[in-house]
């Protein structure tokens, strides 16, 4: 990947700040190694923090020590509030209550700003930090509208990041490394404050020289993270990295195509992408011959349908496991590791993850939805909230139920779905790892067919018929009644939200008029100073002539001096009526800035950036 010297890091300090920064850390002693300099400037300017510790990092001394060393390493930086999680140190990544604690955490302080470890970070607990919190808000719709006008900062503490911010935190420095310090029983083992002190400096390479010392960053919006895959974020922040396991679970990955031989070539590079050891198996369902090397060809030299060619492509894979991509969509590096992780040692009958949907015209990309719903067996009769790419089975479990049903051409993948969840559970992975492409113009079945369309309905309809028996009468009314309180609750917070908008219209409206006061008014008191400017001046053109005619006519010294004692007063009076007028232009102008770095008034300027006017 290449890109402009200027793009590639900073060359300008920036002024990253919130209203409330909310500074997740793994373990006590990360928040001011990665982050203290950020810390004791919103602190220093009396902005709100607040810090979380998920781990008791026990494994590297005694807990309640290292707790009592945070706390004191904090009130350096100035009066913020500190929890500790008290999660095992190293333990972090199956930590079952994480997701709920920092989902309640977020609710409650409502953060306009969140500083994150690096995924790019090496000990495990900051990497299982930084995906707990990135699954959360790609999945949690609710917990992504209460914090939408939030932005992250992944911060870097034991592996360097590639940053787009970079903070000048000279003037707190000396704090900073002195609230390392406070962590006695690491700098006991590792001097913690030279490696800070040393990586801080060598950030400021790019800045100019009065900078001495700066944290870097990788800032992004909470929407852009949304639909961003973990693996995405540590190809923007540095050297890509890719999740193995010791030992690699047998899967082949089961690939339709006709005719599509740029769209197939994506597909398949996606899977290589991902660095597992998979069988590839494509099956050119009639379509012109294809050229892709290193995979398991099936020609079909008439097409048999989508289903068919499922069939035939599981039959003539080899593995113990099986996965489906067809040639529009794509793997994310994460994906097969992500199931095969999950599949392993277990008895569920099939795993998958969550997907972004996403609409292509020509080279726009559109985020569409997030699928992301945990196995529920009576809804999958009512309908698919699986799509296919993101699911991992047994081969044998496909092949004894007989693979795909060739009497659905739409929706044989749901029909196939609800024959094997009859088989067992299934586990969900709450992690986006795959996209699911509708490309206008490429012959996408959705597209051609999309939801309301009489064929759309009709296959519906096909799938019930054939599952009648198994549906029984209190299927429909008990998912009915599921989906209602879903519904209502979303309805609540959407209400809410809807009256959340009003209010914030209005104190826009408030601030807008307070804006154009402000500037209507900084724009008669500089005419008013350049009026006083210009009196001054000729007042000291006069004083001038004044002095001037001192030295050279003592004839009319008693004159001159009567003019200049007239003169030199108002003179003076002047000059403080100007100082006065300096001083209010510089208070309306705080008051101005105030405006413009009001939560609200960010929330306004998102708001009309989405609506094309920012």
Same mark, same amino acid.
């Given at each position: 990947?290449?890109?402009?010297?200027?793009?590639?890091?900073?060359?300008? +300090?920036?002024?990253?700040?919130?209203?409330?920064?909310?500074?997740?850390?793994?373990?006590?002693? @990360?928040?001011?190694?990665?982050?203290?300099?950020?810390?004791?400037?919103?602190? #220093?300017?009396?902005?709100?923090?607040?810090?979380?510790?998920?781990?008791?990092?026990?494994?590297?001394?005694?807990?309640?020590?290292?707790?009592?060393?945070?706390?004191?390493?904090?009130?350096?930086?100035?009066?913020? +509030?500190?929890?500790?999680?008290?999660?095992?140190?190293? $333990?972090?990544?199956?930590?079952?209550?994480?997701?709920?604690?920092?989902?309640?955490?977020?609710?409650?302080?409502?953060?306009d700003l969140i500083a994150v470890p690096s995924p790019l970070e090496i000990h495990p607990d900051?990497?299982?930090?930084?995906?707990?919190?990135?699954?959360?808000?790609?999945?949690?719709?609710?917990?992504?509208?209460?914090?939408?006008?939030?932005?992250?900062?992944?911060?870097?503490?034991?592996?360097?990041? %590639?940053?787009?911010?970079?903070?000048?935190?000279?003037?707190?420095? @000396?704090?900073?490394?002195?609230?390392?310090?406070?962590?006695?029983s690491q700098s006991a083992v590792r001097d913690y404050t030279s490696y800070a002190r040393g990586?801080?400096?060598? %950030?400021?390479? &790019?800045?100019?020289?009065?900078?001495?010392?700066?944290?870097?960053?990788?800032?992004?919006?909470?929407?852009?993270?949304?639909?961003?895959?973990?693996?995405?974020? %540590?190809?923007?922040?540095?050297?890509?990295?890719?999740?193995?396991?010791?030992?690699?679970?047998?899967?082949?990955?089961?690939?339709?195509?006709?005719?599509?031989?740029?769209?197939?070539?994506?597909?398949?590079?996606?899977?290589?992408? &991902?660095?597992?050891?998979?069988?590839?198996?494509?099956?050119?369902?009639?379509?012109?011959?294809?050229?892709?090397?290193?995979?398991?060809?099936?020609?079909?030299?008439?097409?048999?349908?989508?289903? $068919?060619?499922?069939?035939?492509?599981?039959? &003539?894979?080899?593995?113990?496991?099986?996965?489906?991509?067809?040639?529009?969509?794509? *793997? *994310?590096?994460?994906?097969?590791?992500?199931?095969?992780?999950?599949?392993?040692?277990?008895?569920?009958?099939?795993?998958?993850s969550d997907a972004v949907s996403a609409f292509i015209d020509s080279a726009e990309r559109q985020?569409?939805?997030?699928?992301?719903?945990?196995?529920? #067996?009576?809804?999958?009769?009512?309908?698919?909230?699986?799509?296919?790419?993101?699911?991992?089975?047994?081969?044998?479990?496909?092949?004894?139920?007989?693979?795909?049903?060739?009497?659905?051409?739409?929706?044989?993948?749901?029909?196939?779905?609800?024959?094997?969840?009859?088989?067992?559970?299934?586990?969900?992975?709450?992690?986006?790892?795959?996209?699911?492409?509708?490309?206008?113009?490429?012959?996408?079945?959705?597209?051609?067919?999309?939801?309301?369309?009489?064929?759309?309905?009709?296959?519906?309809?096909?799938?019930? #018929?054939?599952?009648?028996?198994?549906?029984?009468?209190?299927?429909?009314?008990?998912?009915?009644?599921?989906?209602?309180?879903?519904?209502?609750?979303?309805?609540? @917070?959407?209400?809410?939200? %809807?009256?959340?908008?009003?209010?914030?219209?209005?104190?826009?409206?408030?601030?807008?008029? @307070?804006?154009?006061?402000?500037?209507?008014?900084?724009?008669?008191?500089?005419?008013?100073?350049?009026?006083?400017?210009?009196?001054?001046?000729?007042?000291?053109?006069?004083?001038?002539?004044?002095?001037?005619?001192?030295?050279?006519?003592?004839?009319?010294?008693?004159?001159? &001096?009567?003019?200049?004692?007239?003169? $030199?007063?108002?003179?003076?009076?002047?000059?403080?009526?100007?100082?006065?007028?300096?001083?209010?232009?510089?208070?309306?102008?705080?008051?101005?800035?105030?405006?413009?770095?009001?939560?609200?008034?960010?929330?306004?300027?998102?708001?009309?950036?989405?609506?094309?006017?920012?």
């Amino acid at each position: 990947m290449t890109m402009p010297e200027a793009e590639a890091i900073p060359f300008e +300090p920036q002024d990253l700040r919130g209203e409330r920064l909310l500074v997740l850390a793994p373990h006590p002693d @990360d928040e001011v190694i990665g982050c203290g300099g950020l810390v004791a400037l919103h602190l #220093r300017e009396g902005r709100k923090v607040y810090v979380v510790v998920a781990t008791d990092g026990a494994q590297a001394g005694n807990a309640a020590q290292r707790e009592a060393e945070s706390r004191a390493a904090l009130a350096l930086l100035g009066d913020a +509030p500190i929890v500790f999680l008290g999660f095992p140190d190293r $333990e972090l990544s199956g930590a079952h209550e994480l997701d709920a604690r920092l989902a309640a955490i977020l609710r409650e302080w409502k953060p306009d700003l969140i500083a994150v470890p690096s995924p790019l970070e090496i000990h495990p607990d900051h990497v299982a930090l930084s995906r707990a919190f990135c699954d959360l808000i790609a999945r949690d719709t609710s917990l992504f509208a209460d914090l939408a006008v939030a932005s992250v900062a992944f911060y870097e503490v034991s592996a360097p990041l %590639r940053p787009n911010a970079l903070v000048d935190i000279t003037s707190v420095a @000396d704090a900073k490394y002195a609230a390392i310090a406070t962590h006695e029983s690491q700098s006991a083992v590792r001097d913690y404050t030279s490696y800070a002190r040393g990586l801080n400096a060598w %950030r400021t390479m &790019t800045l100019p020289p009065n900078v001495k010392f700066a944290e870097a960053y990788w800032t992004t919006s909470l929407p852009s993270l949304r639909t961003t895959p973990f693996s995405a974020l %540590r190809e923007a922040m540095g050297p890509a990295r890719v999740d193995v396991v010791d030992e690699p679970l047998p899967i082949s990955v089961i690939v339709r195509t006709k005719d599509r031989p740029a769209l197939l070539a994506e597909a398949v590079a996606s899977i290589r992408a &991902t660095g597992y050891p998979a069988e590839i198996v494509v099956v050119n369902d009639g379509g012109a011959a294809t050229n892709i090397e290193g995979v398991t060809l099936v020609e079909h030299e008439r097409s048999r349908g989508r289903s $068919e060619a499922a069939n035939a492509g599981v039959k &003539t894979a080899k593995n113990e496991y099986a996965a489906f991509l067809d040639d529009d969509d794509l *793997y *994310y590096p994460e994906h097969l590791a992500t199931l095969a992780n999950a599949a392993r040692g277990s008895n569920a009958t099939a795993w998958y993850s969550d997907a972004v949907s996403a609409f292509i015209d020509s080279a726009e990309r559109q985020p569409m939805r997030i699928y992301a719903r945990d196995f529920d #067996r009576e809804l999958l009769f009512v309908d698919n909230y699986i799509p296919l790419p993101t699911l991992l089975f047994r081969r044998g479990d496909f092949l004894d139920l007989g693979g795909f049903d060739a009497a659905f051409d739409l929706f044989e993948d749901w029909d196939f779905l609800i024959r094997l969840s009859q088989r067992g559970e299934f586990v969900h992975m709450p992690r986006i790892t795959c996209e699911i492409r509708h490309i206008k113009g490429a012959g996408s079945v959705v597209m051609e067919n999309p939801e309301g369309s009489p064929k759309f309905r009709d296959a519906r309809l096909q799938v019930w #018929r054939k599952h009648a028996a198994l549906m029984g009468e209190n299927l429909f009314a008990n998912v009915f009644e599921r989906e209602k309180r879903r519904t209502v609750m979303l309805e609540g @917070d959407l209400v809410e939200a %809807r009256g959340g908008r009003s209010r914030i219209e209005q104190e826009v409206a408030r601030l807008e008029r @307070d804006k154009q006061s402000l500037i209507a008014q900084i724009g008669a008191l500089s005419e008013r100073i350049n009026e006083t400017m210009m009196r001054i001046s000729h007042l000291e053109g006069a004083n001038a002539e004044i002095r001037g005619a001192l030295d050279g006519a003592n004839r009319e010294r008693y004159a001159a &001096t009567t003019r200049l004692t007239e003169v $030199e007063p108002a003179l003076v009076e002047l000059q403080r009526t100007n100082g006065a007028l300096h001083a209010e232009v510089a208070r309306m102008q705080n008051v101005l800035d105030a405006i413009f770095q009001s939560r609200t008034w960010k929330l306004h300027t998102i708001v009309e950036r989405v609506k094309g006017r920012g």
